[in-house]
């Protein structure tokens, strides 16, 4: 791997889980796993990285998950946030900076702050607009206490963005929305709340869209908003859980939060001196060099539209360039992982039965990269027996050593992060592996953060 020199960081972020529950090896084969590659792969070639992680307790769906679970909002919260930094340890992902915004008193408060200088500055603007509220669960309609249709594709929904196409929803624009509290429609209130135009930045994003490296989903989603209109973004709620601005009833919004954190936190990084005010976070920030986002797609309305549309606000004149790797949904026996319904394989309980190289090696082999995979036990384990014999020295179908160097070229290739591909750079490696063992174990170890040979001894 060749080495690369740059005078400024590069950052790779992972989106925060929810902690509403444990991950299960579908979040694994997303964003954690490969951001966690992306990023050793870069520090190999000699990138400054800084990889971002944490975890996101202001979701409403916390609350949603204690009271199914008959228990307080803050146990259930601790629970499942020590199991997801527990799965975090167990699958070898490691982060530069990690939030977590339940227990940084200091984060807490710049979040506050700075929303509230949005508004003083006059990017947002206070004023009436219409909610829904529903009058017997006794809470403002947002997130996971509301239930609909997608205006866009026509799939089930919750508010915030539409799982299947990736679409901004919100309770208002749901079609045939519900209290998911009691499961009926709610009222319309007229509320005064801070709120951000996107439109108004429309020409400056789409000079950062330009210049970004986006996949083809994700183009096409930012595409309908240019054509359609890009939505206004209310930064606050009245509502039960979540950051409390300017000491009155408002939290902000959770999305919001998330792409204002990601402002103070990195520049807090950059620089510890670093103060909650919009200057202090911006000249930090001249210190980057690219920003580099892994999601899914449900999350790819605010990595691509929102957070670029918060950054201009604040004053950053020009967005980092970078860009966006994207996965698609991973499946398990052919349906959706789904965690109301336990149709999961819990990360956990899979680590603590199985080595961990070979999880990991596994899932980037089988990442829902650019399109839907499917995860089931009978295929892992025909992964793993069989790439042990490999690694053991069983042969296969050799490539000519000129060969076996261009799928190496090509493995190195599809684990930069403009070009990454998890799934394609374990391909090549393996393809490669009788003709040129030890350059293709680099490749393999890198993916798998372990010593193939050791795991491959002692598989079960």
């Known amino acids: 791997m060749s080495i690369e020199h740059s005078s400024k960081p590069i950052v790779i972020t992972a989106t925060a889980p929810t902690p509403n529950g444990a991950l299960h090896v579908g979040h694994l084969s997303g964003p954690y796993i490969a951001a966690d590659v992306a990023a050793r792969a870069e520090r190999a070639r ?3 990285v800084m990889s971002v992680g944490g975890i996101d307790p202001n979701q409403n769906y916390v609350v949603a ?28 992902i490691s982060y530069d900076l990690f939030v977590e915004p339940q227990h940084d ?28 509220r529903c009058d017997a669960c006794d809470r403002t309609q947002h997130h996971a206490y509301v239930a609909g249709t997608c205006p866009t594709c026509g799939a089930g929904s919750g508010g915030g963005t539409c799982e299947p196409c990736g679409s901004f929803v919100t309770a208002q624009t749901l079609v045939d929305a519900v209290c998911t509290g009691c499961g009926e ?36 989603l930012v595409g309908r908003y240019v054509a359609e209109g890009l939505p206004e973004i209310v ?45 202090d976070c911006v000249a930090a920030w001249e210190a980057l060099g690219e920003l580099w986002n892994f999601l899914g797609i449900d999350n790819a309305f605010y990595f691509s539209v929102m957070f670029p549309a918060l950054l201009l606000a604040f004053g950053i004149e020009t967005v980092p360039p970078g860009g966006i790797v994207c996965n698609e949904f991973y499946t398990l026996d052919g349906a959706k992982f789904s965690t109301s319904r336990n149709h999961a394989i819990w990360a956990d309980e899979f680590l603590a039965s199985e080595d961990p190289e070979w999880v990991r090696l596994y899932l980037c082999w089988d990442r829902p990269d650019r399109y839907q995979s499917d995860f089931t036990l009978a295929g892992y384990r ?3 027996d069989g790439i042990a014999e490999l690694l053991e020295g069983s042969t296969g179908s050799p490539l ?5 160097g261009q799928e190496l070229d090509r ?32 490749v393999l170890e890198l993916l798998a953060s372990g010593d193939l040979r050791t795991a491959a001894a002692g598989r079960t």
């Open 382 to 384: 025909t992964f793993r």
């Open 400 to 404: 000519p050593a000129a060969l076996a």
């Open 65 to 92: 998950k204690a009271e199914r679970e008959g228990r307080p909002t803050l146990d259930t919260l601790d629970d499942y946030s020590a199991r997801v930094r527990d799965i975090f340890s167990a699958a070898r």
């Open 185 to 220: 429609p709610a009222r319309e209130v007229s509320v005064r709340v801070p709120v951000l135009a996107l439109e108004q930045y429309r020409e400056r994003l789409l000079e950062t869209w330009t210049r970004a490296s986006l996949p083809p989903r994700i183009r096409a």
């Open 235 to 279: 930064l606050a709620y009245p509502t039960d859980w979540g950051i409390p601005v300017d000491g009155g009833d408002l939290r902000v919004d959770v999305w919001v939060e998330m792409g204002v954190g990601y402002l103070y936190a990195i520049a807090r990084q950059l620089d510890p001196s670093v103060e909650a005010t919009a200057g």
């Open 46 to 48: 000699g990138r400054q």
């Open 105 to 132: 008193p200091a984060y807490r408060d710049a979040v506050a702050a700075l929303v509230s200088e949005l508004v003083s500055s006059g990017a947002a603007v206070e004023r009436e607009v219409a909610l829904l």
């Open 411 to 442: 493995a190195h290739d599809a684990l930069r992060v403009g070009s990454f591909d998890a799934a394609l750079a374990a391909r090549c490696a393996l393809s490669a592996i009788d003709a040129d063992p030890d350059g293709a174990r680099a």
